[in-house]
């Protein structure tokens, strides 16, 4: 099938099936969350939610690695998802700083990509404790869906591996401002030597993405699934397109973030030719490394969805991210300047939301 042919289809039931579905399964967590009785975890929860739909949804383009909406699917990417933006507003929006407390918390991700009935006790250090099982809701429904998995048991090992370098990264990244950078240095330098072409803020921003997971999980779907294809796709998305995919994020982000005072991965390029040619190289080993997977047209659709939606957030509007935005765009295929056209006009029409780390 013609390559624009097949993203406008995939796009299309992206925007008209899969949408919807996410929506009611989002739906589904907030009516939970609203009845958490902990005030603090509750409000989390459910801004968790609110703000942060655009990583849902962006998440269940999986849902479509076949062909057909898959329900189940979405289903899970969607509690995983949920889990992991909760998580995120737990460590950075309620004033605790203990990497302990923040560790435990992340068992929630690890615990729902391990098909046994093992559940720890996520609140264990955290101040706040009572969320009405809320968490234990989510990383059951997770559990769930794996265990119908026929291929998961090969998959395993690497969901686990990207789950526990997700966790930890996300633990150390929200500890006191003046001792997380020394934190992250010390987790990625254990790593380092796999990724001697990384830095250590380009291996934490690759850690950073749930994209490698939820592929392994649609991959397991199938009965005849082999070792040789889940290594390549493992070396295609890490650390390429899951570091393309939160560099972006964070790329977008930057000038917000350093207002805040907020950690962000992209600030430490020397200077902005440096941010556009590591970009460039991610996007590059990206495609290259697409092309030689399985279904490849479908990663490329979701490489050129990745540039598409970060790059036409309206946050790229100043000059500079303006600039650095064309050039990526000119590096990839002529399709996704039309992808990233119907990105624009779908945020005019608010059917895509605002990126939100």
């Known amino acids: 099938m013609h390559k624009h042919i097949y993203q406008s289809k995939t796009i299309y039931k992206f925007i008209k099936k899969v949408f919807p579905q996410v929506k009611k399964e989002l739906s589904h967590w907030k009516n939970y969350a609203d009845a958490i009785p902990d005030e ?57 700083g203990n990497e302990k407390s923040f560790l435990q918390l992340h068992y929630a991700i690890t615990d729902s990509l391990n098909p046994d009935e093992n559940f720890h006790d996520y609140y264990k250090y955290y101040p706040y404790t009572n969320d009405g099982g809320y968490l234990y809701a989510l990383v059951k429904t997770c559990k769930n869906y794996i265990n119908t998995l026929p291929s998961f048991h090969l998959v395993q090992d690497n969901a686990l591996f990207l789950g526990k370098l997700y966790s ?9 401002k003046d001792r997380r950078e020394q934190a992250l240095d010390a987790w990625a330098s254990n790593h380092l030597h796999l990724y001697t072409n990384l830095s250590i803020w380009e291996f934490s921003a690759a850690a950073g993405s749930t994209l490698g997971i939820f592929l392994l999980c649609t991959l397991s779907e199938n009965k005849k699934l082999d070792e040789i294809t889940v290594k ?10 899951c570091g393309l995919h939160i560099l972006l994020d964070y790329f977008i982000d930057e000038r917000e973030d350093l207002l805040e005072g907020d950690l962000n991965f992209v600030s430490y390029y020397q200077d902005d030719l440096e941010k556009e040619k590591r970009l460039t190289y991610f996007l590059k080993e990206s495609l290259s490394k697409a092309l030689h997977l399985e279904n490849s047209l479908f990663h490329i659709t979701v490489i050129e969805g990745l540039l598409s939606m970060y790059l036409s957030d309206p946050k790229t509007d100043f000059e500079v991210e303006r600039n650095i935005s064309k050039k990526i765009l000119k590096t990839s295929y002529y399709t996704t300047n039309i992808l990233y056209s119907s990105c624009k006009l779908l945020r005019v029409k608010k059917i895509i939301g605002h990126g939100s780390k």
């Open 168 to 176: 930890e990264m996300q633990s150390y990244k929200h500890i006191s």
């Open 232 to 241: 390549k796709a493992m070396n295609a998305y890490f650390p390429y397109i």
């Open 40 to 96: 603090v975890l509750s409000h989390q929860a459910i801004s968790s939610i609110q703000k942060k739909t655009f990583h849902a949804q962006g998440g269940c383009i999986y849902s479509l690695y076949y062909g057909k909406v898959n329900k189940e699917l979405i289903r899970f990417i969607v509690a995983l998802q949920t889990i992991s933006d909760y998580l995120d507003n737990l460590c950075d929006r309620v004033g605790v």
